[in-house]
């Protein structure tokens, strides 16, 4: 089992940032990958950004150059950067962790907006 928990979320302006963190704990050494899923309102949940154990990023067309994820495998933590901020990037964003027998875990999600 993985335990996933995310913090960081808030309300923000167009154009300012916001810097997402999801803590893992439970069975780490299973987990392959971690990634960052956004559910807008009366949308369905979409990729934002995942990583691999290794470093190797991918993202959204819609995040690509404004967002950042990153890893502390000290502290077995995953950082979204989420910068120049946009209306359309309101939503819930979700934690994600992937385990290298193809299980999914999700954290209880955390609330983006942006708004002027």
């Known amino acids: 089992q993985v335990q996933l928990v995310e913090s960081g979320g808030g309300l923000v302006q167009p154009g300012e940032s916001l810097r997402l963190s999801c803590a893992a704990s439970?069975?780490?050494?299973?987990?392959?990958?971690m990634g960052w899923y956004r559910r807008a309102p009366g949308k369905q949940r979409e990729l934002v950004a995942t990583?691999?154990?290794?470093?190797?990023?991918n993202y959204a067309d819609s995040v690509k150059g404004r967002f950042t994820i990153s890893t502390d495998n000290a502290e077995n933590t995953v950082y979204l950067q989420m910068n120049s901020l946009k209306p359309e990037d309101t939503a819930v964003y979700y934690c994600?962790?992937?385990?290298?027998?193809?299980?999914?875990?999700w954290g209880h999600g955390t609330q983006v907006t942006v708004s002027s």
């Open positions: 994600s962790a992937r385990t290298w027998s193809m299980v999914v875990y």
């Open positions: 439970g069975s780490i050494f299973s987990i392959n990958d």
């Open positions: 990583t691999t154990v290794s470093g190797t990023p």
